[in-house]
T-cell receptor, first 114, second 116 residues
Framework: AQSVTQPDIHITVSEGASLELRCNYS??????LFWYVQSPGQGLQLLLK??????LVQGIKGFEAEFKRSQSSFNLRKPSVHWSDAAEYFC????????????FGKGTRLSVIA | DGGITQSPKYLFRKEGQNVTLSCEQN?????MYWYRQDPGQGLRLIYY???????QKGDIAEGYSVSREKKESFPLTVTSAQKNPTAFYLC???????????????FGSGTRLTVV
């Protein structure tokens, strides 16, 4: 079965600084990988996903993520953080068979300071 | 616009009572899911359904029940057997099993259940 680890529970960055949120997965083959964002009291919104091909994927709101098979990682990055990026971020992994639901990490809460 | 509607947004329940959370989608998705969210716990899968009239238990199904009589609807009942039901509940849907773009779940905006 697949699993996801997000090592950082809470990260604080200054507005305009760069951001990297870490995600490590465990799965026997190449998985499908996702990043979602959640504002307080809301549902989750898909930021980006990796299925195959180019290991650097672009998403909405200026986010990107890089799949590194050798490190079993799928870290989320943004070159310049805006105050509106403050939210909780979830990494998720899915089996390519599509027969089982996504497994989510426990999330990383991002705070942005002026 | 298509989407998922969860209702109500806030729900209060007395101990010992059953309560049903509504989830409706008009995306023509085959698969639907219920997750529970607690602070620091991430999303934990309660039940999921890949097709009408069929559903499977997730990781924390005890104390919950579901039905899938219509493609559009996947209600979740929190029974009195659920020991700690206070949480934020999220419903999601996706195209369905085996579809290449099966993922890219669409989430509802959630129901916050409080036991009083």
């Amino acid at each position: 079965a697949q699993s996801v680890t997000q090592p950082d529970i809470h990260i604080t960055v200054s507005e305009g600084a760069s951001l990297e949120l870490r995600c490590n997965y465990s799965y026997g083959a190449t998985p499908y990988l996702f990043w979602y964002v959640q504002s307080p009291g809301q549902g989750l919104q898909l930021l980006l996903k990796y299925f195959s091909g180019d290991t650097l994927v672009q998403g909405i709101k200026g986010f990107e993520a890089e799949f590194k098979r050798s490190q079993s990682s799928f870290n989320l990055r943004k070159p310049s953080v805006h105050w509106s990026d403050a939210a909780e971020y979830f990494c998720a992994v899915g089996a390519r068979s599509g027969n089982t639901p996504l497994v989510f990490g426990k999330g990383t809460r991002l705070s942005v300071i002026a | 616009d298509g989407g998922i509607t969860q209702s109500p947004k806030y729900l209060f329940r007395k101990e010992g009572q059953n309560v049903t959370l509504s989830c409706e989608q008009n995306l023509n998705h085959d698969a639907m899911y219920w997750y529970r969210q607690d602070p620091g716990q991430g999303l934990r899968l309660i039940y999921y359904s890949q097709i009408v009239n069929d559903f499977q238990k997730g990781d924390i199904a005890e104390g919950y029940s579901v039905s899938r009589e219509k493609k559009e609807s996947f209600p979740l009942t929190v029974t009195s057997a659920q020991k700690n039901p206070t949480a934020f509940y999220l419903c999601a849907s996706s195209l369905g099993q085996g579809r290449v773009d099966n993922y890219g779940y669409t989430f509802g905006s959630g129901t916050r259940l409080t036991v009083v």
